[in-house]
């Protein structure tokens, strides 16, 4: 039975970071569910406290302080569930994103079939492959075996055989495992997940169990050409949980008091996004954008069919590997001002020692949000590689990361999403100025109703409407007439030029009809028929945009020329 | 709010955990006095492996036979040519040890024998006295002396006579600054941004090298060098921080350990150095929380590597130059000068 506002109860979501534990405080307002405040405190699960539960009290001590509620009683233990004097909580949700990147070897049969979805399943939490196993390899027994130990993984994913398909290679790849991993003393023996043929579940768990703790999940590639994921996500979370409850100090004796297990942030994300696409425009689709300071996760959704992906790029410790995987100048391209390269590589490397480190000068605040936008570039350009069935056509895109809701002006965060995910297309930008998707997700697992609510309330900042027409124009050519006719009387006509990017004078939440005319062949919107388009939109924080810069967005070779048009970009911004 | 801190203290009294990643030997005694690549305990953290398919190699069908013809049990140690199974009836087959091993796995036809597997040695690091035995996992030691955290390790470690190359905290270490005398020293500079140096350093070659910063695009040839190098300050061209630099240039000619261990924020390794001094010092705290008095250091491009004091902790957010919103502290640097330093950007020092 889907949960109704009569059945109404405050939840408390609580996000583990690397940096920050937050405690966020959900509750019933005239009716209908609300994000009513956040609590912040500097997490204890890194050296030298080793315990989650010291940066969650003070995460709640400050919420307390905020809300002047009271959370936790004398002993310091959450009050659950709400009191006839108020105090406490009807319910609390985990997320965590905090802890050593997991290191996961993936098993398979057929390198492009089962593995690939092995792979795949593992790229939606923050991991890192140390090892792969299939069944075209080439490697002796023993070979296999020595490269299984030591890879010293945290979990190994096993798939293979789609349902009522192959069992004996199966069979062999869990043999070898149990052999590899029963010469080790049990404490380093890693956790095993099987997502494969699951008429062989039960034997291959019976026989695994012996050696390695091993759960199981549904098939995740059922048949040859079809890969589902997402049932095997219940099983991901526990086996992530119960490696971190060893892992993280004092995460277990929350996760007891918790109404659901305790979810990795980026499975949580996918979670809300996954959610929201199933509600909203299945032709549509929503884009999710979570900027951490190690990774960037990527979330596609439509219609209820998501694909969820971390990537290692980020504009913190994840800054080295941009720069291994980019050339520099693909990063100091979006500079506004001259930097040296020296400068430039520096900063980006210090920055992975010192993620916490926020800029504090025009120069090092570019760095980074050029940074972001290569960050997000090679996320982007990987996940549409791995799933070519989806493009970059969405609306909404929703995007979060201390990186673009710190930025001074709304317009830094949109101008970032912009250059780093180019869309096409009509699409809505937001920013989830309060980091509450994560929890939203979280919370999505007990109480259906409070995300959409909450969503609905204006929790999230909307950015403002973007329109990316493609046409292949020459630079400067009129290629679209614009004419916006407010609600309330009155319109302003915009001629757009290819390669510009223009803001429409639209007022934060002012309505206007907009009508778009083609001057040349452009197309305003994949999804949509070709010629003229009208259609209602709403101001945002940034009113309304029309990015006609192109699509791949090639910015001029020039140094000169290149840092002028990113200075008027800028200020068509005011920024 | 806690905050971690940042060693760097003239005199202090250290007391570190070297435990193995998995059980193994322990091969030092309560009190025993260690130096810095003395081995504490040693395991076999990869043990190699060779898979005997006895079915396959006796061509036996039969399952039955099987327990019949492995000759050997799980623990036995096998020379090379050891029989490891054989068949019976009228063509007889035997399986050899190739090599020799002990037996680790009898399952479903197959032997799994252990080989020649490489030690895994965990070292002292630092020079000290074994205070506390954890069996089978290392000791904890201690030592007193003069203490520098880093930020960066090239995750190697040694020790070697102190020399200083930095008159001043960026004195710039070149090629030609590095002669013959000091081999086998641990030296001391400001700031590197030639790869040549490094390779100078390594032909000496050196035993240790202590920088304020580097260059980033040094990266591959200070993580490959033979000798620890430790950056206190990290990538850029960044003074060594006023208090590192006073305690390494003033104790130059001690013996000095570097552990340029990779940090690791997650356990709290983190790659320092120690100069045995023979007083006590107390125990520095971990963490700390944040107040005023407290020295801190500067991080970040601006006013990077200066050292100063809180002097005080406003509680509203305030707008940096660029717009940035954060929440700051008053520091007074030591020639007086005040700064607003978004808390952030500070390292406590302690």
Known sequence: MSPSIIDAQSILAVEIGTVTTRAILFDVVDGQYRFIAQGSAPSTVNAPFREAGEGIHLAVNRLEEITGRTFLNLKGELILPVQSDSSGVDRLVLTYTAGPVLRVVVAGLLADVSLESARNLAATLPVQVVETLGLNDTRSLDLQMQALIAAEPDLVLLAGGSESGASRSVFKLAELISLAYRVLPPDRRPHVLYAGNQALAKKIKEGLDRTVHTLTAPNVRPSVDIEDLAPAESALSEAAANIRYAQIGGLQNWASISSALPLPGSLAFGRMIRFLSHIGDAVKGVLGVQLGSGSTTLAMGKGGNLALEVFPYSSGRGASLVLEHSALEDITQWLPMHMPDVVARDYLMQKTLHPQVIPTTNETLALELALTRQALRLSMQQMLARHPLYNLAYEPILAGGAVLTQAPQPAHALLALLDGLQPVGVTTLFLDQNELLTSLGAAAQINSLLPVQVIESGALLNLGTVICPVSDARYGTPILRARLEYERGGENVVEVRQGSLVTLPLQNGQVANLHLQPLRRVQIDPRGKPGPAKFQIVGGACGAVIDARGRPLVLPKDSARRREMIKKWSLAFGI | ?350
């Open chain 2, 1 to 350: 709010m806690q905050a971690p801190v940042t060693h760097i203290l003239a005199l202090t009294n250290l007391r570190r955990a070297r435990l193995l990643p998995a059980a193994g030997k322990v091969l030092v005694k309560q009190g025993q006095k260690v130096s810095p690549n003395d081995v504490i305990a040693e395991t076999v953290l990869h043990p190699r492996h060779m898979v005997f398919d006895v079915r396959q190699a006796l061509g036996i069908t039969r399952p039955a036979q099987l327990s019949q013809a492995i000759e050997r049990r799980v623990g036995d140690k096998v020379e090379v040519d050891d029989v490891l199974a054989r068949s019976g009836g009228l063509f007889k087959r035997v399986l050899r040890a190739p090599v020799a091993g002990q037996v680790s796995i009898i399952s479903g036809g197959r032997i799994v024998m252990e080989v020649d597997s490489p030690l895994f040695q965990l070292r002292a690091g630092l020079a000290g006295i074994i205070t506390e035995i954890i069996p089978e996992r290392g000791a904890i030691l201690e030592a007193s002396g003069a203490l520098v955290q880093g930020t960066w390790g090239n995750g190697r470690t040694d020790s070697g006579v102190l020399l200083s190359l930095a008159a001043t905290p960026e004195d710039v270490l070149t090629r030609e600054r590095l002669d013959v005398s000091m081999r086998g020293a641990v030296v001391v500079a400001g700031h590197c941004a030639q790869a040549d140096a490094i390779r100078a350093a390594n032909e000496l070659p050196l035993r240790g090298l202590i920088l304020g910063s580097a260059t980033a695009d040094l990266l591959p040839v200070l993580q490959t060098a033979l000798f620890p190098i430790l950056l206190t300050e990290g990538f850029g061209r960044i003074p060594m921080n006023l208090a590192a630099h006073r305690i390494l240039t003033t104790n130059e000619k001690r013996d000095t350990a570097v552990n340029a261990t990779v940090w690791n924020a997650f356990t709290g390794e983190r790659p320092e150095v120690l100069i045995p001094l023979p007083a006590a010092g107390s125990v520095p705290a971990e963490s700390v929380t944040l107040k005023e008095g407290l020295n801190v250091r500067i991080l970040g491009m601006q006013q990077a590597a200066r050292v100063g004091m809180i002097v005080s902790l406003p509680a509203e957010l305030v707008h940096l130059p660029n717009g940035v919103r954060a929440r700051v502290a008053q520091v007074k640097l030591e020639n007086d000068e005040q700064l607003a330093v978004p808390l952030c950007n500070l390292d406590v020092l302690e």
